[in-house]
Every structure is written in structure tokens, then in C-alpha cells.
């Protein structure tokens, strides 16, 4: 306590010293005195505090309660993870129909080998940390080409919207093709025409929803492969594409699929982490060596003493000039010039899935 009141009757001394002014801080254009303020805590004024607020759950000490429905009702009436995904996302309870439509994506989605999601996963085992890292890093594999059911989503949204304004399915579906077809999210490409999987989603989607509701979004993604295969040739549906239309046919917006899938392979990669920890031996800093085929930088040479350091920097008095500085640093690998930047218009807001 002496050391308080100490501290105490230290604050009171500086509340009444002449303090030095720093900077501008005694400026005539602030707003406020800033030199006579008071020192020291005071007692809180009457802003709200923060706090978290929900409207998807709560707990006590009797309860877990998501959307208002007690989750060991749930199970207990014989209601499953999907039917709670559902519920989670959309506040609702599925149809039977759609409950088996995300069953089956999320079986398709959940294992996809050593891609990158496991392959994130075993580097971080390999630290010998907490599996569940290892779990959660898989999820940042996914971005917009690599699983970009966000962006993919939203392009099939944006050509949905365009046939409920009155232009046709085909026409809908040639015009994504002619501006999408050399995206990474374009959902068609070659790497399924051997696979059957990810057409027999969306059949399986279309026979298990057409009865139950209106299909914009399998079919549209349908139709999507007609007109690539008529524009680009030996092509067929891939597992995003198929995905991407069988979530947002159940209402999930691009965004949640993207959480919800992400997440559904982590369950695989924490397999693949925990294989990882018991097969192969652990990394420890500095163990990492760079062997001579790794490596297509700079030869050696030798450290320039401090005296020859440049006297000025790079500094282009032409567009011209700095064009071609721009395309020699192209070739300087790890600058991110050749990184293609693309700057989206503020003003035209994204397209989201209403």
C-alpha cells in the first residue's frame, strides 16, 4: 500500500507541475488543453463498454442454445452436424433434401489427398507443435484459386441475377464463359474429365432439389460446361464449380460455403498432421540446408566494402525509363513486380448472393 500511496501523491504533484510542452501539443488549434489535463486513471465515464453480442448463440450453465434451439434437443430428437450447419448459417432447419445434398459435398470436400491444405498442415507438424495448429493452418491454403468457392460463388451469382433480369439460361451461361473462361475460379477446366465426381454432385443435386424448389445454380453452372465445351473444347465441371453451385442452391452465400468447406478439410488435414508426426522425424531451426538444385539466383560475389556503397538510388527521369526499370525488375523474382495487381472500382459494389 506504500508503494501506491506513493504513487498517489506523485500524480497529485504532477496534476499542479509545470509540464514542458512536446511537439504541437500546445498548440492554439487543438481542440483541448492538452498540457492541463488530468494525470494519472480516473474513474470511467459513461460511454458503454465493450462487450460481445450474439445472435447465433448462447451458453449457461443448463444449455447451448445456437438460433434458439437447444443443441442436445437437436441430437437427441436425431438432427445431425449438417442439420446444425444449417441452422448455424441460415437459422432454419433443412429440408431432407438439401441435408443430403451438403452431406454429400462436404464427403467430396473433406479428403483431396496431398494438396495444399495437408501439405501446410505436415510442414507445421513437422515443428512439433499443437496438431490443432497444424488443423487450423490447413484452412489458409484457400484463397481465390486454390478452393475459391467465395469467388466462384459470386460469379455464379452475378450470371444467376442476369437470368432473373430476362436474359436467357444459354445466353447467361455464354456470356460468363466469354469473360471467365481464363479465371482461376471459373469452375470448368480439364482436371476432371476423368473423374466423374463432381458432374455426379451435380446430378445428384439436381434429382435430389428440383421437386422441392426453384434450381438457378446447378443449372446454371450446367449449362456453363455446355458452352465451355462448344468455346474451349475437352473440358468438364471441376470439384469447385460443382461445389460452389450445390452450396449456393442451398442457400449458403459464397462466403459461408467458403468457411464451411475450408473447415471440412481441416478434419482430413489433422490426419495427415498426425501421419506426419509419426513417420518422419521432426525439423528444428537451422536443419533446413539449400542444395545446389534448389537454388537459380545471383552467383556469388564478393561484399562491397562500406566506401562503395551507391552514392544515389534508382531514380527514372522518363516514363520511359521507368518503364523499362519496371520490366528489368519483372525479372528480379521475389520483387512482386510481376505480381499482376488487379484494383477493383469502389464504386460498383460486389456481388453477393441475396
Request: charged fraction near 30%.
Amino acid at each position: 500500500m506504500g508503494a501506491v500511496k506513493h504513487s498517489d501523491e506523485r500524480i497529485g504533484q504532477m496534476k499542479f507541475a509545470k509540464r514542458p510542452t512536446i511537439g504541437n501539443l500546445a498548440s492554439p488549434k487543438l481542440k483541448y488543453d492538452y498540457t492541463n489535463r488530468e494525470v494519472g486513471t480516473l474513474p470511467p465515464d459513461n460511454r458503454e463498454g465493450f462487450k460481445w453480442v450474439s445472435e447465433v448463440a448462447y451458453k449457461n450453465i443448463h444449455r447451448i442454445v445456437t438460433r434458439g434451439y437447444d443443441t442436445t434437443e437437436l441430437v437427441e430428437a436425431g438432427y445431425g452436424t449438417c442439420d446444425v450447419i444449417f441452422i448455424d448459417y441460415q437459422a432454419r432447419i433443412p429440408l431432407k433434401e438439401e441435408k443430403d445434398v451438403l452431406e454429400y459435398v462436404m464427403v467430396l470436400g473433406l479428403e483431396d489427398g496431398l494438396s495444399n491444405p495437408a501439405l501446410i498442415a505436415r510442414l507445421i507438424a513437422r515443428g512439433k507443435s499443437y496438431v490443432t495448429q497444424a488443423c487450423g493452418g490447413s484452412v489458409l491454403a484457400f484463397g481465390h484459386s486454390y478452393a475459391s468457392y467465395d469467388a466462384t460463388g459470386k460469379m455464379l451469382a452475378k450470371y444467376a441475377a442476369k437470368v432473373e433480369e430476362g436474359m436467357s439460361l444459354s445466353d447467361a451461361a455464354k456470356l460468363c464463359v466469354d469473360e471467365c473462361k481464363y479465371e482461376d475460379h471459373f469452375g470448368v477446366s480439364d482436371l476432371y474429365v476423368k473423374d466423374p465426381a463432381p458432374a455426379k454432385l451435380l446430378d445428384f443435386a439436381e434429382k435430389k432439389l428440383k421437386g422441392v424448389k426453384k434450381l438457378r445454380y446447378v443449372t446454371l453452372m450446367k449449362e456453363i460446361v455446355k458452352a465451355a465445351k462448344e468455346k474451349i473444347g475437352y473440358v468438364e465441371v471441376d470439384m469447385i464449380g460443382a461445389m460452389s453451385a450445390a452450396m449456393m442452391e442451398l442457400e449458403f452465400s459464397s462466403d459461408a460455403a467458403w468457411c464451411i468447406l475450408s473447415v471440412t478439410r481441416a478434419f482430413a488435414a489433422g490426419s495427415h498432421a498426425i501421419e506426419e508426426m509419426e513417420r518422419e522425424s521432426v525439423d528444428v531451426l537451422g536443419q533446413t540446408l539449400t542444395p545446389k538444385e534448389w537454388y537459380d539466383g545471383p552467383v556469388d560475389k564478393p561484399v562491397p566494402a562500406l566506401s562503395e556503397r551507391p552514392a544515389k538510388g534508382t531514380q527514372y527521369q522518363t516514363a520511359k525509363d521507368w518503364d523499362k526499370g519496371w520490366k528489368e525488375m519483372e525479372r528480379l523474382k521475389g520483387s512482386a513486380y510481376s505480381i499482376p495487381y488487379v484494383i477493383e472500382d469502389p464504386r460498383k459494389a460486389s456481388v453477393s448472393k441475396k
